[in-house]
Each structure stands twice: as C-alpha cells, then as structure tokens.
C-alpha cells in the first residue's frame, strides 16, 4: 500500500507565493512520473504540472512562467513552488504518483488533496 500526503497549502493573497510539498511512502518499488492536478469548484480537475524520474517536466500553459515542479528522489518528494498566484489558481492541489510496485505492475496514487485560496 502505498499513500500521498500533500501540505503547504492556505490562504495567500494575490501575487503571494505558495510551496506545496507531497511526499509517498509505503510499499514503493520506484516512482515514475509524479505531478500536481487542481480542481476548482465546479470544474474538471485539470494538470498543473508533471515531472520524470529524470527530471523532465511538463507544466500546463496557464500557470507556466509562475509555477515550478521539483522532486527529491531520495526523499520520494515532490515540490511545487507556486509564485505570483492569482484568484483563478485556486482550487484544491492533488498530487499523482505512477509507481512501480514489487509484482513490476504501475499503479497510479492520489493524495487527498490541499487547499490553495487566492484573494484578490
């Protein structure tokens, strides 16, 4: 069993900076792709930004320039660094993990999700 806890989220104000961290721990064999999902209410979750094992990464157009992906691997940690954010970019954060398991089998994980609030 494998399970993602995110933190860092809250209430910041437009043009404020966020750090959302999301670590995995259990049964991990190796962490492929990791990323960050949002979903606002009312709408479809959406990619905010994902990153390889060896460190390519892919970041939706909306938050690119502003937001950045980083990952410890020793640490099973991924980072999002969420800077200059705006009203729209709130919603609730998920973190996503593709993990490879000891029976060789990827399995996709989902953390619980954090809050992120941007007041204007």
């Known amino acids: 069993q494998v399970s993602l806890v995110e933190s860092g989220g809250g209430l910041v104000q437009a043009g404020g900076s966020l750090r959302l961290s999301c670590v995995a721990s259990?049964?991990?064999?190796?962490?492929?792709?990791m990323g960050w999902y949002r979903q606002a209410p009312g709408k479809q979750r959406e990619l905010v930004a994902t990153?390889?094992?060896?460190?390519?990464?892919n970041t939706a157009d909306s938050v690119k320039g502003r937001f950045t992906i980083s990952r410890d691997n020793a640490k099973n940690t991924v980072y999002l660094q969420a800077n200059s954010l705006k009203p729209e970019d709130t919603a609730v954060y998920y973190c996503?993990?593709?993990?490879?398991?000891?029976?060789?089998?990827?399995?996709?994980?989902w953390g619980r999700g954090t809050q992120v609030t941007v007041s204007s």
């Open positions: 259990g049964r991990i064999f190796n962490i492929n792709a």
């Open positions: 990153i390889t094992g060896g460190g390519s990464t």
């Open positions: 996503n993990a593709k993990i490879l398991e000891s029976d060789y089998v990827v399995y996709d994980y």
